[in-house]
């Protein structure tokens, strides 16, 4: 079957820096996707790892292990508007479609 | 980047009714897909929209219930039918680009079923 991972909620303090973990189990694997979705809106791509290791793209980065069947998303120098919820949604093989997590809620503060 | 619109974007409907939501990408995209996201919570995939063949749905849709219209290859369909208020959700049409390394979606319909 398939099963992905997420904490349910994180909060952390503007400039700080937070690690959002995501574990998977699937029927193969061809990719795994991060997105942020706002309240009321559609999901926003952040990043994506096909390829074991670390892809960084600014404040965000993303890594992957495929042989641990896990990834996190990595937020540096929080900022109020990262508050949001974070996707993570895996690629299964020879498909296009995704399947996603259940979604971490995070709450930055002051 | 695609750019994908989505019509209604809301939407208050009578059970027992049927809504049909459009989607309309600016570019011919190979695949299509419908999402739908329930209050509170993550997305979860109705089905894949096939230009030229019938759906493919994930188990627990069925097409009495959702069918789907794929005429070409930068527009599909997605009807919700004979709805309850447990349909009450976000649905959203999300494409994938042509280097697979991403996929958009749409602003989402908010239907809610009274």
């Known amino acids: 079957g398939q099963n992905i991972d997420q904490p349910t909620e994180m909060t952390a303090t503007e400039g700080a820096i937070v690690q959002i973990n995501c574990t998977y189990q699937?029927?193969?694997?061809?990719?795994l996707f991060w997105y942020q979705q706002h309240a009321g809106e559609a999901p926003t791509f952040l990043s994506y790892?096909?390829?074991?290791g670390l892809e960084e793209k600014g404040r965000f980065s993303s890594f992957l292990s495929r042989s641990k069947g896990y990834s996190y998303l990595l937020l540096k120098e929080l900022q109020m508007k990262d508050s949001a919820s974070y996707l993570c949604?895996?690629?299964?093989?020879?498909?296009?479609?995704?399947?996603f997590g259940t979604g971490t809620r995070l709450q930055v503060f002051p | 980047s695609a750019v994908i619109s989505q019509k209604p974007s809301r939407d208050i409907c009578q059970r027992g009714t049927s809504l049909t939501i459009q989607c309309q990408v600016d570019?011919?995209?190979?695949?299509m897909f419908w999402y739908r996201q329930q209050p509170g919570q993550s997305l979860t995939l109705i089905a894949t929209?096939?230009?030229?063949?019938?759906?493919?749905?994930e188990s627990g849709f069925v097409i009495d219930k959702f069918p789907i219209s794929r005429p070409n290859l930068t527009f599909s369909t997605l009807t919700v039918s004979n709805m309850s208020p447990e349909d009450s959700s976000i649905y959203l049409c999300s494409v994938g680009d042509s280097t697979q390394e991403t996929q958009y979606f749409g602003p989402g319909t908010r239907l809610l079923v009274l």
């Open positions: 570019s011919q995209v190979t695949m």
């Open positions: 949604a895996v690629r299964t093989y020879n498909t296009d479609k995704l399947i």
């Open positions: 790892n096909v390829l074991d």
């Open positions: 699937t029927s193969g694997f061809n990719g």
């Open positions: 929209a096939n230009q030229g063949s019938e759906a493919t749905y």
